[in-house]
């Protein structure tokens, strides 16, 4: 009776860790996930030069992982329901670091695309269960809100220290170390989490949509494929025309089996909601040029300026704590001026941004032709973010508000990825294979000009579009989430 009674109080201790440590694991899960988005922008000269990538394969390190991440992030939330949390943490944190090290080991260019997908499957798996191990950890109330803005700043910082962690790895080791950081603190992360965490689920005898996720996927990537051999090939080509035809009636596929099935992936019903259907048109308009920023501000920093990989991480600081100032500053806008206005001015910033830096020339002062255009690109960004996501979700019913939320991130990441695909194939088009300072120069201005045009007709979208402003109770809502907060500082 002892015994047993020993053992059920040793296995009470185990079922709850101290709320720190579980707050901090699911912490460290996110920090991998959003730091791996923005990590390897600096190394991709490096990654070209040793793996011999083409100008248009160099942009699948950056999509293999976005449209993986994209494609099945819907669908990894959905399996922490039904499967348990930390069983989905665990795996997704497992494929992430087993596709790290192989990615940090890759010897040829496909080895390393295939390790990036598989890093964006497991992340797309490991992502959404931080945020509800988290939540589930943590009772409502002021110690919730305060650990919730840490795990938000935690992922803020991830992105923010993406160059400059990139930049001191590859300058100080090689490329591949900005992939194999990765396994030792996986591998950390993954001990603690077995040990320490707690299982819960939420499902309700729904199957998962993987039909949808793998259909979304393949169409994404498949038309991104596309889009990328139009500069080689021609648009009339058939290895141009197959892959898009290919692709759009993938997609086509994936709507209507949305339309069918009883458990969607991507509740189509959700988008006859203006608030919802008009948000998300924004934020992926917006994400197709936006997500382009650092990836092409990377490559002029090195490719024509010159700048280290160290150099280039830190150039583009600025820029990052813009994203964090935008972000933490339009919550304070919003009951001024409205969700829509805000916005549509921090696009307008955005596209005063991506006009300035189209003007960058072969010789770039950092100050006028870096820094300052960047923190405008940045600033807009982050101020037009947290409006579009509180309108979507204000249009959405109470139960429907985590599944709003990350559709929203997945419009802006799918968004990303194929205007990533179409900006590269717009500056491969006009360098025409030239590696000259003034070729490169100019391919990438035109890509920053058609940014801006991208973005102003993404402002025009939110003008006529959007709702003017968050329905009274989403406004009660938000009011008191600030209240929250402020009696938990």
């Given at each position: 009776m002892l015994e047993a009674a020993d053992v059920t109080r040793s296995s009470t201790r185990r079922s709850a860790p101290p709320t720190w440590l579980v707050v901090a694991l699911a912490c460290a899960g996110q920090f991998l996930v959003v730091l791996d988005v923005s990590v390897v922008n600096v190394a991709l000269p490096s990654m070209r030069a040793d793996l011999g990538l083409s100008p248009q394969g160099l942009q699948w390190v950056v999509n293999a992982y976005a449209i993986a991440f994209a494609g099945f992030m819907l669908l990894g939330g959905r399996a922490?329901?039904?499967?348990?949390?930390?069983?989905?943490?665990?795996?997704?944190?497992?494929?992430?670091?087993?596709?790290?090290?192989?990615?940090?080991?890759?010897?040829e260019g496909d080895q390393l695309l295939v390790a990036r997908a598989v890093q964006g499957l497991g992340a797309a798996v490991l992502a959404p269960s931080t945020l509800t191990i988290l939540t589930?950890?943590?009772?409502?109330?002021?110690?919730?809100?305060?650990?919730?803005?840490?795990?938000?700043?935690?992922?803020a910082g991830g992105g923010a220290a993406g160059g400059l962690v990139g930049g001191a790895l590859v300058d100080?080791?090689?490329?591949?170390?900005?992939?194999?950081?990765?396994?030792?603190?996986?591998?950390?992360?993954?001990?603690?989490?077995?040990?320490?965490?707690?299982?819960?689920?939420?499902?309700d005898g729904r199957r998962l949509d993987l039909p949808g996720a793998l259909l979304v996927t393949a169409g994404l990537g498949t038309l991104a494929y596309g889009i990328s051999q139009t500069e080689a090939e021609g648009w009339t080509a058939a290895a141009t025309v197959v892959p898009l035809t290919a692709g759009l009636a993938l997609i086509a596929l994936f709507l209507a089996v949305e339309a069918r099935t009883t458990a969607p992936l991507m509740p189509l019903?959700?988008?006859?909601?203006?608030?919802?259907?008009?948000?998300?048109?924004?934020?992926?308009?917006?994400?197709?040029?936006?997500?382009?920023?650092?990836?092409?501000?990377?490559?002029?920093?090195?490719?024509?300026?010159?700048?280290?990989?160290?150099?280039?991480?830190?150039?583009?600081?600025?820029?990052?704590?813009?994203?964090?100032?935008g972000s933490k500053s339009a919550p304070r806008f919003l009951p001024v001026f409205g969700a829509r206005n805000v916005a549509v001015l921090g696009?307008?910033?955005?596209?005063?941004?991506?006009?300035?830096?189209?003007?960058?020339?072969p010789e770039g002062n950092y100050l006028t032709e870096i820094m300052f255009p960047g923190i405008l690109m940045m600033l807009g960004a982050g101020l037009t973010a947290t409006p579009l996501a509180a309108l979507a979700t204000s249009g959405a019913a109470p139960g429907e508000a985590g599944l709003v939320s990350g559709l929203v991130n997945t419009s802006?990441?799918?968004?990303?990825?194929?205007?990533?695909?179409?900006?590269?194939?717009?500056?491969?088009t006009r360098t025409a294979g030239s590696g000259a300072p003034?070729?490169?120069?100019?391919?990438?201005?035109l890509v920053f000009r058609?940014?801006?045009?991208?973005?102003?007709?993404?402002?025009?979208?939110?003008?006529?579009w959007l709702p003017r402003g968050l329905s009274a109770k989403s406004a009660k809502s938000a009011k008191s989430a600030r209240s929250a907060k402020s009696s938990g500082n």
């Open positions: 922490g329901d039904l499967y348990g949390r930390k069983r989905m943490f665990l795996v997704g944190l497992a494929l992430f670091t087993a596709a790290s090290l192989g990615g940090g080991l890759a010897q589930s950890a943590v009772p409502e109330g002021a110690a919730r809100a305060r650990a919730i803005a840490t795990w938000t700043a935690v992922g100080g080791l090689s490329w591949r170390w900005v992939l194999l950081i990765n396994v030792p603190i996986g591998a950390l992360v993954l001990a603690g989490s077995m040990r320490w965490l707690v299982e819960s689920r939420n499902g019903g959700l988008f006859r909601v203006r608030a919802v259907s008009s948000a998300n048109a924004a934020m992926f308009v917006n994400g197709s040029a936006m997500f382009c920023m650092w990836f092409f501000m990377t490559l002029y920093a090195q490719n024509v300026l010159g700048y280290t990989p160290f150099e280039a991480g830190l150039a583009l600081v600025p820029s990052s704590l813009a994203v964090l100032l696009t307008v910033l955005a596209a005063v941004g991506f006009g300035w830096q189209s003007m960058m020339t802006r990441t799918m968004g990303g990825s194929l205007g990533l695909a179409v900006m590269s194939t717009i500056a491969a003034g070729a490169l120069t100019e391919g990438y201005a058609t940014g801006t045009g991208v973005l102003l007709a993404g402002a025009v979208l939110m003008l006529v």
